[in-house]
């Protein structure tokens, strides 16, 4: 088995684990947590609380294999300057959509809420930075590169995995239907269908070529410290972006935006796409 799909099923047995703990449960959580996002959120969990075994297993955790060979002050630099890096490179894309109309101001929400979104951004970012890339561009990452040697193999693989699992979402079940062992596997498995819809092409190869980006800049500079500091602003500017604007998809330009998120789509896949190739083509590794 290749690692992408080692990777893969990995997850989808943490996923799997999830709904049968809800089947158990069904009685007591069908009011307040559907099983869908009990599937997805517990999944993550288990998927995390496993993730250093499994790395174990391949042979794989350590800390330069990961890409935090790093020291601590030349990773923490690196980081700083990766994050107001991806705040620039998103408020870039987002403050283009405002003149268009694409996304418009949130009547109602005050300038003083704003050091408090920017905190949970910034916290958020940095939790989905560190477990995104440990997971895709680490381990996913380094196993590509020991088992084929190719960097572009591994860049397009990782790639491919992260965009796809974006669009893996649980299903809910039809009201009334019995949790049982079978109900809950359908919407697991009402997950794989989710990920061909047409409706988020562009929003699929935006993410694709975000971590073509990513995964160029984790073997570019051999680390993780500048991925992950772009992925924190990305996210950061995201939540600021989201909470201050709407999107108007009456609007004339509405189709530079997927439906994934309101932010990402067409217009993001050219900006980043153009990125990728900048990076490609600079001619330094980067520490």
């Not at 075994?53 to 990773?75: E, I, Q």
């Not at 980006?213 to 680390?223: D, F, I, N, P």
């Amino acid at each position: 088995m290749g690692p992408i799909l080692q990777f893969f099923a990995y997850l989808f047995g943490a996923y799997a684990l999830a709904a049968l703990l809800y089947v158990p449960l069904a009685e007591t959580l069908a009011a307040s947590v559907p099983i869908d996002a009990f599937i997805g959120r517990v999944g993550m969990i288990l998927g995390l609380l496993g993730f250093w075994p499994f790395l174990k297993s391949l042979g794989l955790a350590d800390r330069a294999t990961l890409g935090y060979g790093m020291t601590g002050k030349a990773f923490r630099r690196a980081l700083a300057l990766g994050l107001l890096l991806g705040i620039g490179i998103l408020l870039c894309l987002t403050m283009a959509l405002l003149p268009l109309g694409v996304r418009v101001p949130t009547p109602g929400v005050g300038l003083g809420r704003l050091p408090q979104v920017i905190a949970e951004g910034l916290l958020a970012g940095l939790a989905v930075a560190l477990v995104e890339e440990t997971f895709f561009r680490g381990g996913l990452f380094a196993a590509l590169r020991r088992h084929g040697g190719s960097a572009t193999r591994a860049i397009i693989g990782s790639s491919l995995l992260y965009a796809v699992l974006h669009f893996f979402e649980p299903q809910p079940i039809p009201a009334g239907l019995p949790i049982t062992i079978t109900a809950a596997f359908s919407s697991l498995v009402g997950a794989f269908p989710a990920v061909f819809q047409l409706q988020h092409l562009d929003s699929f190869i935006a993410l694709l070529l975000v971590g073509i980006l990513l995964a160029l800049v984790r073997e570019r500079t051999g680390g993780l410290a500048w991925g992950m500091g772009l992925h924190a602003g990305w996210v950061l500017v995201i939540k600021v972006v989201h909470t201050y604007s709407d999107v108007d998809y009456g609007a004339p330009w509405a189709g530079l935006v997927g439906r994934y998120d309101g932010v990402i789509g067409w217009l993001a896949a050219a900006w980043i796409g153009a990125l990728v190739v900048l990076i490609a083509a600079w001619p330094q590794r980067v520490q």
